[in-house]
């Protein structure tokens, strides 16, 4: 038992006897919310790169405890199954199946994938040709990788030795045969041994430089950890071939990715290495990144950047020197990186902050400048040397810009094609298709001719999302409409599959229609469905769902949406009630009234969801906005409490207006950044009979370096700190709070420490609170044990000190 089960364990024994029998083991809530639990989820699904099939990866429903509780290293803010060589908390499937897009005379629409019983897959991946599909399997010792042949179903482990899974993807295509792998080092050896006897003091210095850091979790903090971390880090590259040995290259290291260029004669490597930190995480540690060819022979070394322990805590504050390597999609073999002008300094006065540059092979000569931004580079759409889109945004005033840049030999001006705003959903153009193309990667569909592209989008508007599908003209931006979401179906454009968009396959969804696949024909309008799901908790199916919209007393527009369970019937009067909520900043109230979501989406709980407690007689008010708004040059945390306790009664007064709840019952959480809001909303207002608060960072000295949306440190907004954080004002609470924390929890600042003091200041101060302490879970819960048990806590919570009715002496 760990030192915070033991704290959590003694004071919540010593503040409630008589609830002794329910730390006796984990308790499951009520029906029929444990049946929905123990349902299958929907398959996950890929679509082909010659959009041919759709391969179907069936998931199970939540892990065991005892899956969630296997041997984990936190280390440098990775979290490491050393049984396997991979993550730990790895979300696995469970078997695969192949679907025919258009079907053909004697060929079955669908073919299973042979995987082993019990297998825990991986992510698939297919090759560039469609006639393969790569997935890892994963056994209690070891991660393989396995590949399928297409035509016959037929799945069996490659001739290679175990994967190392601990970093990022570990396999990637090279072409249809070959793949690219980190594997563990054949002579690896044994773990390092570990000695519980200190060897000396751990000894951190400053050299009087500001070098301020956010809150990062699972950091290296001895040298014992360097030891483990470097052991289960290390990987050699390896060539594995689908029918034939591997074959090892280069050295091993610490390598982060392992990219093969496009036509498949080089491998773009980012290793790590020490000298390591302990107070920041693997990216920031030193790395390399060179490239080399497929014997491993080191052909160019673009950059060997230091470690990174000093560095602005701005948003727009990014790594010196080149970043974001990678390969031209749309060219045999060109390296591409972003460079900071401003040193990665937002604070430096500069006209240009960042620039694109390109180095074809053989890597001989000096790189060539694509482009030079304003704001910092983010992301690059390739469609030849005539055309590549360059994105920039600038977080501080929430501006991006796209720009049509010419990236071969012949120079052009920039052109841009838009210029926006990152929070207004309503203006969001979309997002540019992209296609594989000639070389298997993927890149820009435009039409024969090359005039035209595509976007796709939410299609944020005042009536919800309606998603779209765009021809936009290159030359001049100019953007016409081919199909938009029709009523009553949420439906989006999962792939185009002709160069002009005649065809498209897209996933529709109803209020009680489960989300399905379909070929649709744009021209005729007519439809046909690819996928047949069923709906998973078909105990929702009458359950009805608003999206309403009100105003905040400043005349700020607000939403949310408004479920109500299956049966009910207004004439028998208001119902309990649970808001859940999760605020956000931002810089215009035009912005913040904006309408989120849909009311035509297919909502199921999954998890935790707080929407089980309609299947208890609760009416459930979801994500109503709590937007926190900073006009102009005004921070938008200096006035937080304020505009959150106004967010907070404008929607009290409207569902009560509605006749739907009673003023007296409603109680209100949320998760994370929301049980921080819900601690607030309890020690400032009283609008809520009790609270549920998950997860939570609850004292902002803890977080002294920034959070959320938050860029000042402590001591440039002392009073904002401390005037956000509930901690302060515990003793203000005099409503019930149940509070819940996974024991493992890694989000950045939301120690388990921090629900340990709020709960021993609000139990201190007189107060009535609950701490539920869940061993193994992480910031999201995922055992079936714990889901059942946070789902039964909040159930029995909620009808004491709301259905109930009961009430608590305030102070």
């Known amino acids: 038992m760990t030192r915070s089960l033991r704290l959590a364990a003694a004071v919540f024994l010593g503040a409630f006897p008589s609830l002794l029998p329910a730390q006796q083991g984990y308790r499951q809530p009520p029906a029929p919310i444990a049946d929905i639990l123990d349902a299958p989820q929907t398959p996950a699904v890929y679509v082909s790169p010659d959009r041919t099939w759709l391969l179907l990866?069936?998931?199970?429903?939540?892990?065991?405890?005892?899956?969630?509780?296997?041997?984990?290293?936190?280390?440098?803010?990775?979290?490491?199954?050393?049984?396997?060589?991979?993550?730990?908390?790895?979300?696995?499937?469970?078997?695969l199946r192949l679907r025919a897009i258009v079907e053909t005379k004697n060929a079955p629409r669908e073919r299973r994938i042979e995987t082993p019983p019990g297998a825990r897959i991986g992510v698939p991946l297919w090759a560039e040709d469609s006639k393969h599909v790569a997935f890892t399997v994963t056994s209690d010792s070891m991660i393989r990788l396995w590949v399928a042949d297409v035509a016959t179903g037929a799945a069996r482990p490659v001739d290679a030795p175990p994967l190392n899974a601990t970093i990022g993807t570990p396999c990637r295509w090279i072409d249809n045969a070959r793949l690219a792998c980190k594997v563990i080092p054949p002579d690896r050896g044994a773990e390092p041994a570990r000695s519980i006897t200190p060897t000396g003091p751990v000894v951190q210095e400053a050299a009087g430089r500001a070098a301020p850091n956010r809150t990062y979790q699972d950091l290296l903090e001895t040298p014992a950890d360097e030891r483990l971390f470097e052991h289960y880090a290390t990987s050699r590259v390896a060539i594995v071939s689908a029918d034939g040995p591997a074959r090892l290259v280069g050295d091993a290291g610490i390598h982060l990715a392992v990219a093969p260029s496009p036509d498949g004669r080089y491998l773009l490597v980012t290793t790590a290495h020490r000298p390591f930190s302990y107070v920041v995480p693997?990216?920031?540690?030193?790395?390399?990144?060179?490239?080399?060819?497929?014997?491993?022979?080191?052909?160019?070394?673009?950059?060997?950047r230091p470690l990174i322990e000093e560095m602005s805590i701005a948003f727009d504050a990014t790594v010196?020197?080149?970043?974001?390597?990678?390969?031209?999609?749309?060219?045999?073999?060109?390296?591409?990186?972003?460079?900071?002008l401003d040193n990665g300094d937002p604070a430096r006065a500069a006209e240009r902050r960042d620039r694109l540059v390109a180095l074809a092979a053989p890597f001989t000569g000096e790189p060539r400048t694509l482009f030079e931004a304003g704001y910092r580079i983010n992301d690059i759409v390739w469609a030849g040397d005539a055309l590549a889109l360059t994105f920039e945004g600038w977080w501080k005033s929430r501006r991006e810009r796209v720009w049509?840049?010419?990236?071969?030999?012949?120079?052009?001006?920039?052109?841009?094609?838009?210029?926006?705003?990152?929070?207004?959903?309503?203006?969001?153009?979309?997002?540019?298709?992209?296609?594989?193309?000639?070389?298997?990667?993927?890149?820009?569909?435009?039409?024969?001719?090359?005039?035209?592209?595509?976007?796709?989008?939410?299609?944020?508007?005042?009536?919800?999302?309606?998603?779209?599908?765009?021809?936009?003209?290159?030359?001049?931006?100019?953007?016409?409409?081919?199909?938009?979401?029709?009523?009553?179906?949420?439906?989006?454009?999962?792939?185009?599959?002709?160069?002009?968009?005649?065809?498209v396959i897209t996933r529709r969804e109803g209020v009680n229609e489960a989300p399905n696949y379909f070929l649709r024909d744009l021209r005729s309008g007519r439809s046909t469905a690819l996928t047949e799901f069923k709906d998973p908790a078909p105990q929702f199916a009458g359950m009805t769902r608003e999206l309403i919209k009100y105003k905040r007393a400043d005349g700020v527009d607000l939403s949310a949406t408004l479920y109500l369970p299956a049966g009910y019937d207004r004439a028998r009067?208001?119902?309990?009630?649970?808001?859940?909520?999760?605020?956000?900043?931002f810089k215009t109230a035009a912005a913040a009234a904006q309408v989120r979501g849909s009311p035509y989406r297919f909502v199921r709980p999954q998890g935790a969801s707080h929407l089980f407690l309609l299947t208890q007689g609760y009416g459930?008010?979801?994500?109503?906005?709590?937007p926190i708004v900073g006009e102009g040059s005004a921070e938008p945390n200096d006035s937080y409490i304020e505009q959150l306790v106004a967010g907070a009664q404008a929607a009290v007064d409207e569902v009560v207006r509605r006749g739907v709840a009673d003023r007296e019952r409603i109680a209100v959480g949320g998760h994370s950044y929301g049980a921080f809001m819900t601690a607030n909303l309890l020690a400032h207002s009283d609008l809520f009979r009790t609270g549920i608060a998950r997860s939570g960072a609850y004292n902002r000295t803890l977080t002294p370096f920034g959070f959320q949306a938050e860029e000042r440190d402590f001591w440039k907004a002392q009073d904002t700190y401390m005037k956000m954080s509930p901690f302060t004002f515990a003793h203000r609470i005099n409503e019930p709070v149940l509070m819940i924390h996974g024991e493992a929890d890694n989000n950045s600042g939301t120690f388990p420490v921090q629900s340990e003091r709020m709960f021993a200041a609000i139990k201190g101060n007189g107060g009535v609170v609950r701490y539920v302490l869940l061993p193994s879970e992480a910031h999201g819960y995922r055992a079936r044990e714990s889901v059942g048990h946070v789902l039964w806590e909040m159930v029995e919570w909620l009808d004491r000190y709301v259905k109930e009715g009961k009430k608590t002496a305030t102070r």
């Open 57 to 95: 990866a069936e998931r199970a429903s939540l892990p065991s405890i005892a899956e969630l509780s296997e041997p984990e290293l936190r280390l440098a803010g990775l979290r490491i199954n050393p049984r396997t060589g991979g993550r730990s908390r790895d979300v696995s499937g469970t078997g």
């Open 282 to 304: 693997l990216g920031r540690f030193p790395q390399r990144i060179e490239v080399w060819e497929l014997d491993g022979g080191l052909v160019k070394r673009v950059t060997d």
């Open 320 to 340: 010196p020197g080149p970043r974001d390597a990678t390969w031209r999609e749309d060219a045999p073999a060109t390296l591409v990186w972003t460079e900071a």
């Open 404 to 503: 049509a840049i010419t990236p071969g030999p012949a120079t052009a001006r920039p052109r841009q094609l838009f210029d926006l705003s990152s929070e207004d959903r309503y203006g969001d153009p979309g997002r540019f298709v992209t296609v594989p193309g000639p070389l298997g990667t993927p890149v820009l569909l435009t039409t024969r001719d090359g005039k035209f592209a595509y976007l796709t989008g939410d299609g944020a508007s005042p009536e919800g999302d309606r998603p779209f599908l765009d021809r936009i003209e290159l030359a001049t931006g100019k953007t016409t409409r081919l199909w938009r979401s029709q009523a009553p179906h949420y439906e989006f454009v999962v792939t185009v599959l002709d160069p002009d968009a005649r065809r």
């Open 573 to 585: 009067g208001p119902l309990p009630f649970l808001f859940w909520a999760y605020p956000q900043e």
């Open 620 to 626: 459930v008010l979801d994500d109503p906005a709590m």
